[in-house]
């Protein structure tokens, strides 16, 4: 396989950061390696492109954006690992089912490692423990590329998703990882979820990259606290 390259970054801002993932998408060619971002959001709703307004119940104080994924609405915010996977999926020879069923499987295994027991579900993309959501996935394929990926609740305000139906599922119970008693934090989250993904992936380089260029904040980590594999 390709190499792949892994950036952390810091609490990105959503808006520039998916503007950043299409630019990528839309100037890469074959030769272009595959990248996993991982990173925090502020507070955000995000509403995908065939996402119904009513599963938005209450936003309140926090941004709502309409963003080009699939999927219905979800929230990011601060204790909650988001992980973007810009690959082509076409040169590895798999398609978007293939590419859903390896990232919940990575997941799943990831939260292994914690002795916590997970599973997708056939009926609705995810990880869940139980009948709770820990995990949510929303991805979009240009020209057999992906963007978007997974988010991963760590310690976050479940209160948060009180505002919404959670991809567009009345009622849909929500977990964390610290709700679990779990509490790794967030470097060991990143590090845990880079190893699991690369590996369901087979990726044959695996290296740590500095930040993007569209990016021109100073990382709250540094690059050395992070494995390169």
């Given amino acids: 396989m390709p190499n792949l390259l892994i950036r952390h970054l810091p609490c990105v801002d959503y808006s520039p950061c998916w503007q950043a993932m299409k630019t990528f998408t839309s100037q890469r060619d074959e030769h272009t390696p595959d990248e996993l971002w991982l990173l925090e959001h502020p507070d955000v709703f995000t509403l995908g ?4 307004p009513e599963h938005v119940l209450n936003p309140g104080p926090i941004p709502l954006v309409q963003t080009d994924r699939g999927g ?5 915010g601060p204790g909650q690992t988001v992980g973007y996977l810009l690959f082509d999926i076409a040169r590895m020879g798999i398609g978007a089912r293939e590419l859903v069923t390896r990232i919940e ?3 799943v295994d990831y939260l292994a490692t914690l002795d916590i027991k997970a599973a ?3 009926d609705a993309p995810g990880v869940y ?17 992906s963007y978007h990926g ?8 479940m209160a948060v998703f009180q505002r919404i ?46 930040p993007p260029d569209w990016y021109t904040g100073a990382l709250s980590k540094s690059l050395q606290e992070f494995p390169s594999l």
């Fill in 129 to 145: 423990v139980g009948t709770a959501k820990i995990a949510s996935l929303g991805l979009r394929i240009r020209h057999g590329r």
């Fill in 120 to 122: 997708p579900r056939a």
């Fill in 165 to 210: 139906n959670p991809c567009g599922h009345i009622g849909q119970p929500m977990t964390s990882l610290a709700l679990l008693g779990v509490d790794p934090g967030r470097t060991a989250v990143e590090a845990g979820l880079q190893l699991a993904l690369s590996q369901h992936f087979a990726f044959d380089n695996v290296t740590a990259a500095g």
């Fill in 49 to 52: 492109q065939a996402g119904k």
């Fill in 72 to 76: 219905q609405v979800t929230w990011h």
């Fill in 150 to 157: 997974l988010s991963l609740n760590r310690d976050v305000d």
């Fill in 105 to 107: 499987l990575a997941i």
